[in-house]
C-alpha cells in the first residue's frame, strides 16, 4: 500500500465512438443512450466504473463486484475466501483486511455482508471516487439501418438464421467527469497507488475490451488535477469545453476541442494545484480561443512544465 | 432581523428519488427538505444518519427556488440485483431500473438556489464559514452519479414582504385554502406540479413527516394566497417562502 489520499483530485476524460454503441439502454432495444432533444448522446457511470474493474482484474486485482474465474460466488462466500474464515467470525475488524485485498472497494465502495455494530447486516462504504454521467460534446446521429442477420436460427432445423438489431451511432466525442475525495479516502484506505492504477485503467482499458458492440473507441484526453487540498473543486470541466463544429461528425478529424476556457480556469486557479496528470492524444485537433494549439504544449505553457506530467503507458 | 445562508448548487444531472415509489426510480423536478438536509451535512462533513435531528427538525429552515426550468427523461440503469444481502457482489446478477433524469431545459448545468437559516446561531456560522472553504464531503444532486459544484453566495438578511408571488417553490400548508394563483400580474398562464416529499426524517432515516410542494414548470414565479410573510432579500431581488409552516 501506498500513502493515504490526502488531497481532493478532478479527472477528465475524453473518449471517443465511432459506428459503435457505446452504451446500451436494455430498454430501448439496446439502442444507444440518447438525450433525443439536444441530440446528446449519454453514457452511465456504471458502465465506465466496469471498465476499470474489468481492465483491474484482468491485471491479476481483486475484485468484489466481479464474477471469480467465470464461476459465481455470493457476497459472503467471496469474504470467507479472501479472509479464509467463516462468515460467522467475519466481523467490522476484518475490514482492512478486506480494504487491502479490494482494489475496486477502495475507489468506488461497496455494500458488504458484514454485521454493523447497530445490529445491520451490513456495512456500506461510500466510495471517495465518483464518476458523473458521461456525455458527448457534439450533436450525435443514429446510424439509420439497424437490421442484420445472424447464423444462428430460432428454432433448431431452420435452414435460415434470424433477424436482429444493431443499433450503432456515427460519432461520438464523450465526456465524463469525475472527482476523487480526500474527505473519504480514508474510509476505503485509498492511496495514491491504487489511484496511479485509476489513472492507468482509463487511459487503458476501452480499446482492450472492444467486444463486437464497443469496438472503435479510444481514450483522447484524460487530465487529473490533484489540488493542494482537500476542500478544493473546481466544478465540472466539461462545462468550460465546446467542439467546432458541434453538427455532422463522421470522424476526430472533423473537429477541433475548444480548450480555452478550460485551460484559463487551471492557469487562474494554479495555485491551488499541485500537480496535472495528462494523457493526450495529439490526433485530437485542440485550440485555445480559437487558435490552434497542442493541448499538452498549452497546459506547460500556461501552467509551467513542472505541474503537468505526462502519463506514459 | 433574521440573517440567511444562501448558495447554488448546480451539476449537469439529477435524480431526487420519489419516496413512494418502488421498482422505478421517479424523481422530484427538484430536491426534498431532506435532501437539502443532507446536502449541508455533507458541506459540514456530518457522517451519514447523524444529523436529522439537527438538521431535518423545527430548528432548520430550507427555501429552494428552480434557477433553471427542468425537463425529464428515462433511462434504465442496470444494477447489482440484492434480493438478499449475499448478493451485493453481483453473484445475483443484474437488475434493469427504469430511471428518471432531471436536466435543464437549456444550458448544461442545472441550477438549484438554496436559502438556508437555523436557530442555533452558532451552527449557522459554522456552515456559512465552511461554505466559503468548500464542502467537506462532495455533494451531489440526489445521487452520487449525479455531482454537483456549490457556489456560496453569502449571508444576506432581508425584510418581511406581503405578496403574492415568491421565486421559490410553495410548500401548500402556507396557502390559504390551497388558493394558488393561475396567471401572473401581465396576464401570462402559470402552470403547477405538486410533489409530495419527505420533509422530515425520524433518526433512523424513516419518514417523519411529508409535505406537498409546488413549483412553476415555466421558471416563473407562484402565484398564491399565503398565509405567512415572505422574506425579501433586496440584494438579490428574490422573494422568498421557507418551507416551515410558521414563517421567518
Same mark, same amino acid.
Given at each position: 500500500m501506498g500513502e493515504l489520499i490526502k488531497t481532493n483530485s478532478e479527472i477528465l476524460f475524453l473518449y471517443d465512438a465511432k459506428l459503435t454503441n457505446p452504451n446500451g439502454d436494455p430498454d430501448d432495444e439496446n439502442r444507444p443512450r440518447m438525450d433525443y432533444e439536444t441530440k446528446t448522446n449519454l453514457v452511465s457511470d456504471v458502465r465506465l466504473k466496469r471498465y476499470v474493474r474489468d481492465y483491474l482484474q484482468e491485471k491479476g486485482h481483486e475484485i468484489f463486484v466481479a464474477k471469480v474465474e467465470g464461476e459465481?460466488?455470493?457476497?459472503?462466500?467471496?469474504?470467507?475466501?479472501?479472509?479464509?474464515?467463516?462468515s460467522?467470525?467475519?466481523?467490522?475488524?476484518?475490514?482492512?483486511? &478486506?480494504?487491502?485485498?479490494?482494489?475496486?472497494?477502495?475507489?468506488?465502495?461497496?455494500?458488504?455482508?458484514?454485521?454493523?455494530?447497530?445490529?445491520?447486516?451490513? &456495512?456500506?462504504?461510500?466510495?471517495?471516487?465518483?464518476?458523473?454521467?458521461? +456525455?458527448?460534446?457534439?450533436?450525435?446521429?443514429?446510424?439509420?439501418?439497424?437490421?442484420?442477420?445472424?447464423?444462428?436460427?430460432?428454432?433448431?432445423?431452420?435452414?435460415?438464421?434470424?433477424?436482429?438489431?444493431? /443499433?450503432?451511432? /456515427? +460519432?461520438?466525442?464523450?465526456?465524463?467527469?469525475?472527482?476523487v475525495a480526500a474527505h473519504r479516502a480514508k474510509f476505503t484506505m485509498l492511496d495514491d497507488e491504487t489511484l496511479a492504477l485509476l489513472d492507468e485503467a482509463l487511459v487503458k482499458a476501452i480499446p482492450l475490451f472492444a467486444t463486437r458492440s464497443k469496438i472503435g473507441q479510444y481514450p483522447r484526453l484524460y487530465l487529473r488535477v490533484e489540488y493542494g487540498d482537500d476542500m478544493t +473543486?473546481?466544478?465540472?470541466?466539461?462545462?468550460?469545453?465546446?467542439?467546432n463544429p458541434k453538427e455532422g461528425l463522421r470522424d476526430i478529424t472533423d473537429y477541433s476541442l475548444e480548450a480555452g476556457k478550460l485551460v484559463d480556469l487551471l492557469a487562474e486557479n494554479s495555485p491551488k494545484i499541485s500537480k496535472i496528470l495528462l494523457y493526450f492524444d495529439p490526433n485530437l485537433k485542440t485550440a485555445y480561443h480559437g487558435e490552434a494549439k497542442n493541448f499538452a504544449q498549452l497546459l506547460a505553457e500556461k501552467l509551467g512544465d513542472s505541474k503537468v506530467s505526462i502519463l506514459n503507458y | 432581523m433574521r440573517k440567511v445562508i444562501v448558495f447554488e448548487i448546480r451539476g449537469p444531472a439529477a435524480h431526487f428519488r420519489k419516496f413512494y415509489t418502488n421498482s422505478s426510480s421517479l424523481s422530484y423536478a427538484f430536491p426534498a427538505r431532506t435532501t437539502l438536509a443532507g446536502i449541508v451535512a455533507a458541506v459540514l462533513g456530518l457522517p451519514k444518519d447523524s444529523y436529522y435531528r439537527l438538521l431535518t427538525g423545527k430548528e432548520a429552515h430550507y427555501a429552494v427556488r428552480l434557477i433553471t426550468p427542468v425537463r425529464k427523461i428515462m433511462q434504465t440503469? %442496470?444494477?447489482?440485483?440484492? %434480493?438478499?444481502? %449475499?448478493?451485493?457482489?453481483?453473484?445475483?446478477? *443484474?437488475?434493469?431500473? *427504469?430511471t428518471e433524469i432531471i436536466l435543464p431545459v437549456r444550458g448544461r448545468e442545472l441550477i438549484y438556489r438554496v436559502y438556508f437559516y437555523h436557530d442555533d446561531l452558532s451552527f449557522q456560522e459554522e456552515l456559512a464559514k465552511q461554505l466559503a472553504l468548500g464542502p467537506k464531503f462532495p455533494v451531489y444532486l440526489g445521487r452520487s452519479e449525479f455531482l454537483a459544484k456549490i457556489d456560496f453566495l453569502g449571508v444576506f438578511s432581508g425584510t418581511a414582504l406581503e405578496t403574492n408571488f415568491v421565486d421559490t417553490v410553495v410548500n401548500l400548508e402556507l396557502l390559504k385554502d390551497e388558493e394558488l394563483l393561475f396567471s401572473t400580474l401581465h396576464g401570462e398562464d402559470l402552470r403547477y406540479l405538486k410533489? %409530495?416529499?419527505?420533509?422530515?426524517?425520524?433518526?433512523?432515516?424513516?419518514?417523519?413527516?411529508?409535505?406537498?410542494? $409546488?413549483?412553476? $414548470?415555466?421558471?416563473?414565479?407562484?402565484?398564491?394566497?399565503?398565509?405567512?410573510?415572505?422574506?425579501?432579500?433586496?440584494?438579490?431581488?428574490?422573494v422568498v417562502l421557507f418551507m416551515e409552516p410558521g414563517g421567518i
Open positions: 459465481t460466488v455470493n457476497a459472503t462466500e467471496r469474504l470467507e475466501k479472501l479472509l479464509g474464515k467463516t460467522k467470525n467475519i466481523s467490522k475488524d476484518d475490514v482492512p483486511v &478486506l480494504l487491502e485485498k479490494l482494489v475496486d472497494v477502495r475507489l468506488f465502495g461497496a455494500t458488504m455482508p458484514i454485521k454493523s455494530e447497530d445490529g445491520g447486516s451490513s &456495512l456500506t462504504f461510500t466510495g471517495p471516487v465518483q464518476f458523473n454521467w458521461g +456525455y458527448s460534446l457534439n450533436k450525435v446521429e443514429l446510424v439509420e439501418s439497424n437490421t442484420i442477420t445472424s447464423r444462428f436460427s430460432s428454432t433448431s432445423g431452420n435452414e435460415q438464421g434470424t433477424m436482429g438489431k444493431d /443499433y450503432r451511432l /456515427y +460519432y461520438s466525442l464523450i465526456a465524463f467527469h469525475g472527482i +473543486y473546481l466544478g465540472d470541466f466539461r462545462s468550460f469545453l465546446e467542439v | 440503469v %442496470k444494477f447489482v440485483r440484492t %434480493k438478499t444481502i %449475499k448478493e451485493v457482489n453481483g453473484s445475483g446478477g *443484474p437488475t434493469m431500473i *427504469p410533489e %409530495k416529499m419527505p420533509f422530515s426524517f425520524n433518526s433512523d432515516r424513516s419518514i417523519a413527516a411529508t409535505a406537498s410542494v $409546488v413549483y412553476e $414548470v415555466g421558471g416563473n414565479r407562484v402565484g398564491g394566497n399565503f398565509n405567512v410573510p415572505a422574506f425579501k432579500i433586496e440584494s438579490l431581488g428574490d
